[in-house]
């Protein structure tokens, strides 16, 4: 529900946790410029939230990796959350998906003409791309609103409409990075999942965001493909009557299983914590859920994110190399405002681009 009829209660909690004047104090510093803050030479846009997990970050950055690689040599930097690794890597064809987290190999994956790279310290890591990859025309900074010692050009901020900021709190009572006060730093406010919003809704949170900060504020949702499998084996079709067996590690798996359902198939969610790595006993938990399911129309669907860290499982069996199919999702900028949308990033990156 889009409104804020928990505000006193949400403000008398953020004004008693320590965590929201710890994360006020930092803010402040920087924008004191008493804590330093590097400004790359190059376009660089942020994808992020003030949110724990689940506002779409990844799907954002594909999509504007479609708007930008066919004009543009894009690289993608992300901290790899969850990689066995420390330090900057860039990767390449072969790097495996621990070395550089689930989200950077989904992308290097998928699209094959850019680069992908891994840092903790994003200025560090810039600084290696520029060296690393001369020819780099445009950085984006995947989940990076708060690693404030990077100044991006444009700060895109994600937030579901699902779980609003406005009704949520700072950690620990809430899943807040910090406060909602952070929206100053936006240049552009996607409020993402919107499937469901009324026009009246819409209209309320584009005020919000105003009160905040007047920026450009888009809408968003998932547009759900279609089932591939992961394999290489035969593809199949959900259908009304198909069984599925629903295995996820992302922080949010309740509209995936929706939107199955609407397909017409009958669902059974075998949740993971997100990111979750699998393990031997995952895989034997998994194979017994999908055998208890009877009858021969059925399948196991997972996602992209999930996908890659199944892929090159030891531990994957047979049977279930034959049943495993994957659901891509792509963001769909809503109420005919793509091309605004797509205007002020194609507009930023060509006035800012080396040879403008």
């Known amino acids: 529900m889009i409104n804020d009829k928990h505000g006193i209660a949400k403000k008398v909690l953020d004004i008693v946790n320590p965590y929201s004047w710890i994360t006020a104090t ?3 510093l920087f924008d004191a410029e008493v804590l330093t803050t590097y400004i790359p030479e190059i376009p660089t846009i942020c994808v992020g939230n003030i949110s724990v997990g689940g506002t779409g970050k990844t799907p954002h950055t594909e999509y504007l990796i479609r708007l930008l690689k066919e004009k543009w040599h894009v690289t993608v930097l992300s901290r790899g959350y969850g990689r066995k690794s420390k330090g ?3 990767a390449d064809e072969s790097t ?6 689930d989200e950077p190999f989904q992308i290097k994956s998928k699209f094959k003409g850019i680069d992908v790279a891994v840092c903790e310290k994003r200025a560090i890591g810039i600084e290696r791309i520029l060296d690393d990859r001369k020819k780099t025309d445009v950085i984006l900074l995947d989940d990076s609103f708060q690693h404030r010692h990077v100044k991006a050009g444009i700060n895109i ?6 779980r609003p900021i406005w009704q949520d709190c ?3 009572f809430g899943r807040m990075r910090e406060s909602s006060g952070g929206i100053k730093r936006a240049d552009i406010v996607v409020i993402t999942k919107c499937n469901n919003l009324t026009s009246e809704q819409k209209a309320w949170c584009r005020d919000y965001i105003k009160r905040e900060k007047d920026v450009p504020v888009f809408f968003s949702s998932m547009r759900y493909g279609d089932i591939y499998p992961l394999f290489g084996q035969e593809k199949k079709e959900i259908t009304a009557g198909t069984d599925i067996l629903l295995v996820t590690g992302i922080a949010r798996p309740q509209p995936l299983k929706e939107e199955i359902e609407k397909r017409g198939a009958n669902v059974k969610l075998l949740r993971y914590a997100d990111h979750h790595n699998f393990t031997p006993n995952d895989l034997d938990e998994i194979e017994k859920e999908y055998n208890r399911i009877n009858g021969n129309n059925k399948m196991i669907i997972t996602t992209e994110k999930d996908a890659t860290r199944l892929l090159l499982h030891p531990g994957v069996s047979q049977m279930l190399k034959k049943s495993i199919h994957v659901l891509p999702i792509e ?4 109420d005919n405002e793509k091309d605004i949308f797509n205007k002020i990033i194609l507009d930023y990156v060509t006035e800012n681009s080396r040879n403008s």
Not at 331 to 334: D, F, N, P, Q, S
């Open 170 to 172: 700072i950690l620990p």
């Open 157 to 162: 901020l994600l937030i579901d409409s699902s």
């Open 331 to 334: 963001v769909e900028i809503l």
């Open 26 to 28: 930092r803010n402040r």
């Open 88 to 90: 900057y890597i860039l």
């Open 96 to 101: 495996p998906m621990p070395v550089i987290g």
